[in-house]
């Protein structure tokens, strides 16, 4: 079976403060493994993936398969970043990429 | 394009009716999924279309549920005889294949059964 594990429901932080949402995951095979973000009244939205290794507004995360996490990291947070973060692992179904997502955390920059 | 687009949006009924969803995804995404979002959770996985062909179901789809995808386009999820347990959030995601696939997420539609 397929787990994300997201330990915070809330991370609260100051405006420049470096942000770690932490991501542990629990899977058989291969992992595929993805941030989504919810801003306020929006949809959501895919914020970066591992395979691609690229920095999305300031964003990065590292797959760790020994430690089994996929934590994402801001080195200074913006309030604009205030959202909700979905970690999510992806399993192979039928040729599909059905996405089995973490209970997500809010987090709020404050001034 | 607009991007994926779900109908309605809100819908309130009372425990017993039959409700529908639909889902537009687009247009060259032959990959479609419905999820279930309840409070304080993430998205759940409920049901896979690839074009019209429904290749997978979760249990969590109970025989009082059923997903349509009649030409491979738009798609339908309906629910029979709702109970107070069905509130939620229902999304719908669509996508295009490969490794990586990115998911496409429509505004949900949110169920409440009263």
């Known amino acids: 079976a397929q787990r994300v594990t997201q330990p915070e429901k809330l991370l609260s932080v100051f405006k420049g403060a470096p942000v770690e949402l932490k991501c542990n995951y629990s899977?058989?095979?291969?992992?595929?493994l993805f941030w989504y973000v919810q801003y306020s009244r929006q949809r959501l939205q895919l914020l970066l993936r591992h395979i691609s290794r690229e920095s999305i507004k300031g964003f990065t995360a590292d797959l760790n398969k020994g430690e089994t996490s996929f934590h994402l990291k801001k080195p200074f947070a913006q309030e604009e970043d205030s959202a909700m973060y979905y970690c999510a692992l992806s399993g192979k179904t039928g040729g599909g990429n059905k996405l089995t997502f973490g209970t997500g955390t809010q987090l709020k920059v404050e001034l | 394009d607009t991007g994926v687009s779900q109908d309605p949006r809100h819908k309130i009924t009372k425990r017993g009716q039959n409700v529908t969803f639909r889902c537009d995804p687009i247009s060259e995404h032959n990959r479609l999924y419905w999820y279930r979002q309840t409070l304080g959770q993430g998205p759940e996985f409920l049901t896979y279309?690839?074009?019209?062909?429904?290749?997978?179901k979760s249990r969590l789809l109970s025989d009082r549920f059923s997903a349509e995808r009649p030409k491979g386009s738009f798609s339908t999820l309906e629910i029979q005889r709702t109970e107070q347990g069905d509130s939620a959030m229902y999304l719908c995601?669509?996508?295009?294949?490969?490794?990586?696939?990115?998911?496409?997420f429509g505004p949900g539609t949110r169920l409440t059964v009263l």
């Open positions: 995601a669509s996508g295009s294949g490969g490794g990586g696939d990115e998911q496409f």
């Open positions: 899977y058989s095979g291969s992992p595929e």
């Open positions: 279309f690839q074009n019209e062909a429904q290749l997978e």
